[in-house]
């Protein structure tokens, strides 16, 4: 939901008049990096492991080492390789492992090398660092050939060369065109991408903040912030991959959700009364459709008090959610941060009487209009509010509820700023500062509290859904992309948008499917849902007073088709939980644009409208009406028509054919995707797992893993999970696979495993499993299509021959 119709304040992004430091006074070795003192300024570069050096630059009364609570490691204590000075000699030289970095005093310039010497980031001469007044700002150089990936929530095409963008979380109601900006969501890190050598820049500064990307000037990318410290991580490659690695460890990583949040979700704003929520559930059970989730909007709250149930509406919330749960179905309830001003009303005494709430300076407390009318906000960056906040949610988990949706959490408020007053004061601990530095910041500290509730007083894996964040929020939330709107062009942009969230680190992120403002149609829905299938959170929601945009609301053959790819998800499950393991131990996101797996091609580096999942699978979604074909690149060497299983040569274009019940999806060449053995499921599966495998059409290997576990508990973190490594080697007329159990600790992962080949090119002459020949009869082979079952919990070999 939007706060009103109210654009915000235009903020300006024109360069400031900076000044700069000269001449320095003292230079200083320290245990890891080196301090360069300037007249009223401190310069300091610390490296905290491999490939990652830290700049801080400030005035000499506000120098810290502090971070933000974005930032979830400490420096490695000692560092595991010996830093080499030079000093005597200029430029000064600091080298680490994977990160040498070159630092010219006059004019003072950082330039960053890899270990063979090689540039790979270069300042502006003499604007390595500067200030005006309480903002600071860097000019970096940017490479003929360079690329720009990340920023996160971010309208536009993929590569963000050429364009502005300010670091402001913003309920942005305007429609989500390119020159909306900035958004809900504010992650202050980019990717310097070349196929030769990438880096990344990760500014740890939560005050507003803006990038001029070659916008100004096409050869450099300016930064500056409205206050705080110029304090930024450099990241070193080589590739984009080891980028976002080590990001992830910086910020840290999207743990393994519960299973059943990665099915469907359906959503408006809003179903009420109960009764209505049940006819809902009732007719996905009649109608066959798998739901793993069904939300409530803020109608089902006492006059939009938070942490209260409406009793005419919702008479019986825990049995509710209890009925639901036999379904399969899970209730989210919505939950903004915005207190009703109301003495009756239990929450409000809670927090004002222990004085939880933000006030001014002066003490005045803060009070703004939002939903529920005036309107009191918690202090989140106070450790004793976040513990009340997250014990108010005990009576909700209590009755059953098992996710929670933060909204309206930029935050947002009905004025002209639609937000809260920049001069509020924010006690954080004993750390204070104005909302200027903390606006960002408040949504975070809000799932913080959030996610923990579910964590500690569920003891299972927290659902919790957010509008708003900042750089770490993907450690205690999933996010959707707000308020977008029931255009082709909304479905269009959300693919690059969420592909660079997940470059962004955060990789738990979808759009809200069909569109939430205004009325969607029954092709677009079709065409969105198929898309949704591959969004790492997929759910349809909309707004007040909007037709109705439930699977079946348009009839056949409508239904049928939406029907179809929805069930599509579910069969998916165990290949979408495998990429969220991947990407909870690599950073590497589920939802991948085609440059991240084939950065070599350069017809790639700017592909907005087709993405992978994972290395296996990629789509190319109808993103036009009345479209019934769309030319798609195909990178790398070969690949297999999803559906028909017709072979298609890399580095080509085609012009494939894709009527309404087509999504057009391609399977990468010697490679595997899992799905589950159970086609009719409508809850998260990890049993008895198909191996879906494509032959190559030339000879080549192939590696991979495959993850199981309960879908809910910790249980994995006492290794109680499988994990199966599998090598899939191509010859010219055999394929060869490797299953090898590293792990075997969940013994609820089913009897067998299934393995299927696809498109053979002839009938096996022989097939051995372990070295033993098995006859005809014990293997299943029908035009091209090649089946197996196999014990689990034992290691293969499997050998075919044609």
């Avoid at 500014?203 to 990318?221: C, V």
């Avoid at 051995?768 to 197996?788: C, D, S, T």
Wanted: charged share 25%.
């Amino acid at each position: 939901m939007n706060s009103a119709e109210i654009k915000p304040e235009k903020q300006s992004n024109q360069k400031s008049s900076f000044h700069f430091p000269t001449e320095p006074q003292e230079i200083e070795k320290t245990a890891r990096g080196i301090k360069i003192i300037f007249k009223n300024h401190i310069l300091e570069l610390l490296w905290y492991r491999s490939g990652v050096v830290r700049v801080i630059f400030a005035d000499e009364k506000n120098f810290t080492n502090d971070t933000s609570p974005a930032v979830n490691q400490e420096p490695l204590t000692p560092l595991p390789f010996e830093l080499k000075y030079q000093v005597e000699q200029k430029p000064i030289r600091v080298a680490g492992q994977k990160s040498q970095v070159e630092i010219n005093l006059s004019p003072l310039t950082l330039s960053f090398f890899t270990d063979e010497d090689e540039p790979v980031q270069v300042d502006v001469p003499g604007k390595a660092a500067g200030w005006s007044k309480n903002k600071v700002c860097c000019y970096k150089k940017l490479r003929t050939d360079e690329r720009i990936y990340g920023l996160g929530e971010k309208t536009g095409y993929l590569d963000k060369r050429g364009r502005s963008y300010t670091m402001w979380n913003t309920d942005a109601y305007d429609p989500h065109v390119p020159s909306t900006d900035p958004l809900y969501i504010s992650l202050p890190f980019y990717i310097g991408f070349t196929p030769e050598e990438s880096y990344g820049i990760y500014f740890d500064n939560s005050y507003r903040s803006h990038f001029d990307i070659g916008h100004s000037n096409e050869g450099e990318l300016f930064y500056h912030s409205e206050g705080g410290n110029l304090d930024y991580y450099w990241l070193a490659g080589p590739d984009m991959k080891d980028v976002i690695k080590t990001f992830t460890w910086l910020t840290g990583r999207t743990p393994l959700p519960p299973g059943w949040s990665l099915g469907y979700h359906q959503s408006r704003y809003s179903y009420y009364p109960e009764d209505e929520v049940r006819e809902l559930a009732d007719t996905f059970q009649k109608k066959d459709i798998p739901c793993a989730a069904i939300h409530l909007d803020i109608h089902y709250m006492e006059g939009y008090r938070v942490f209260t149930w409406d009793e005419d509406r919702f008479p019986a919330p825990e049995r509710l959610s209890a009925d639901l749960q036999e379904q399969d179905i899970n209730l989210v309830t919505i939950v903004d941060p915005g207190v009703k001003i109301d003495p009756e009303y239990e929450v409000y005494r809670q927090g004002q009487k222990q004085d939880f709430f933000c006030r001014y300076l002066d003490g005045r407390p803060y009070r703004e209009e939002v939903w529920p009318g005036m309107t009191a906000f918690p202090d989140f960056t106070r450790e004793k509010v976040r513990r009340w906040w997250k014990e108010l949610h005990r009576q909700f988990l209590q009755q059953c509820i098992r996710g929670f949706w933060n909204d309206m959490n930029e935050p947002a408020a009905f004025n002209e700023k639609m937000t809260i007053d920049e001069d509020v004061e924010h006690e954080n601990d004993g750390d204070p500062g104005s909302h200027k530095r903390f606006h960002n910041l408040y949504a975070l500290e809000e799932a913080k509290a959030t996610n923990s509730a579910i964590k500690d007083y569920q003891q299972e894996r927290p659902f919790v859904l957010t509008r708003a964040g900042f750089a770490g929020i993907q450690r205690y939330a999933a996010a959707w992309t707000g308020d977008n709107r029931s255009f082709w062009r909304d479905m269009e942009t959300s693919m690059p948008m969420i592909a660079n969230m997940g470059l962004s680190g955060l990789g738990f992120a979808g759009a809200d499917v069909g569109g939430f403002t205004g009325d969607t149609s029954a092709e677009l829905l079709t065409r969105w849902t198929q898309l949704g299938v591959f969004y790492p959170f997929f759910r349809n929601h909309t707004s007040l007073d909007t037709r109705p945009q439930e699977p079946w609301a348009f009839g056949e053959p409508y239904t049928s088709i939406i029907k179809r790819y929805i069930k599509l998800r579910y069969q998916l499950l165990p290949e979408i939980y495998n990429s969220f393991y991947l990407q909870s131990q690599q950073g590497w996101p589920v939802f991948r644009p085609l440059v991240l797996n084939f950065p070599e091609d350069t017809k790639t580096h700017n592909l907005s409208d087709q993405v992978m999942l994972g290395d296996s699978l990629m789509v190319a979604p109808i993103v036009r009406p009345d479209c019934q074909e769309r030319r798609v690149y195909l990178p790398g060497t070969g690949w297999y028509d999803f559906w028909s299983g017709k072979y298609y040569e890399g580095q080509e274009s085609y012009l494939v054919k894709a009527p309404l019940e087509k999504l057009p999806i391609f399977v990468a060449e010697n490679s595997l995707y899992l799905s589950s053995a159970t086609e009719n499921s409508s809850s998260f599966q990890q049993d008895n797992l198909i191996l879906n495998i494509y032959p190559g059409q030339r000879e080549a290997e192939k590696a991979g893993l495959i993850y199981q576990d309960d879908g809910i508990s910790y249980d994995y973190q006492e290794g109680k999970y499988n994990l199966i490594n599998y090598k899939l080697k191509q010859k010219s007329d055999s394929l060869e696979i490797i299953i090898n159990y590293e792990e075997q600790n969940y013994q609820k992962a089913g009897d067998y495993l299934t393995v299927k080949i696809k498109a053979l090119p002839a009938a096996p002459v022989q097939l051995e499993v372990n070295k033993n020949k098995i006859p005809a009869g014990q293997y299943q082979y029908q035009a091209g299509e090649f089946e197996i079952q196999l014990p689990a919990f034992q290691n293969h070999k499997i050998e075919l021959f044609y």
